[in-house]
T-cell receptor, first 113, second 112 residues
């Protein structure tokens, strides 16, 4: 099993729709979870951290399910500008006093007019 | 807020040639620094990380090396490039364990 697994997509979604995708992780001791957004040929940028109780930032909602070891991202009222690849990130084990981040390969989202 | 500089933005190199990519950081001190590589359609692969000047940890065996000669300077090098070294090289910064990482604009390397 991959340490962090995502459906690569692409998810083709009409503008205005709601879309959700999940990410599963294998390390039950992970404590930090993030969603990053990566536009084509650009660097990843932080979209939001994922907190235990779930959190919302405008149209974006992130949830954590520790029992089943997955995090989710929900995008409401999708915009054309939401088209991007969404990367799931989870911290790995402590090594040399540092936690490495483990990156999923990303889910590609295409919003169509 | 911090700013991360990487250059060059794009590089085309022949197989067997040397490589030097530089990353510099402004607006923070004593950061953790990282080099990642992203192959087309793939996730980020951690190559090296550094928690301080002269301290380098390698994650994968390869023909690449890294150095941190100054607090906010991180260099990725190779003596002889391979075709498999092609990819998108990203420098990242964070302030501590489990903190958010921020990325530079990246260098796209094509080895022919």
């Amino acid at each position: 099993r991959k340490e962090v697994e995502q459906d690569p997509g692409p998810f083709n979604v009409p503008e205005g729709a709601t879309v959700a995708f999940n990410c599963t992780y294998s390390n039950s001791a992970s404590q930090s979870f993030f969603w990053y957004r990566q536009d084509c040929r650009k660097e990843p940028k932080l979209l939001m951290s994922v907190y235990s109780s779930g959190n919302e930032d405008g149209r974006f909602t992130a949830q954590l399910n520790r029992a089943s070891q997955y995090i989710s991202l929900l995008i409401r009222d999708s915009k054309l500008s939401d088209s991007a690849t969404y990367l799931c990130v989870v911290n790995g084990p402590l090594v040399d006093s540092n936690y490495q981040l483990i990156w999923g390969a990303g889910t590609k989202l295409i919003i169509k007019p | 807020s911090q700013t991360i500089h990487q250059w060059p933005a794009t590089l085309v190199q022949p197989v067997g040639s040397p490589l030097s990519l530089e990353c510099t950081v402004e607006g923070t001190s004593n950061p953790n620094l990282y080099w990642y590589r992203q192959a087309a359609g793939r996730g980020l692969q951690l190559l090296f990380y550094s928690v301080g000047i002269g301290q380098i940890s390698s994650e994968v065996p390869q023909n690449l090396s890294a150095s941190r000669p100054q607090d906010r300077q991180f260099i990725l090098s190779s003596k002889k490039l391979l075709l498999s070294d092609s990819g998108f090289y990203l420098c990242a910064v964070d302030r501590g364990p489990r903190e958010t990482q921020y990325f530079g604009p990246g260098t796209r390397l094509l080895v022919l």
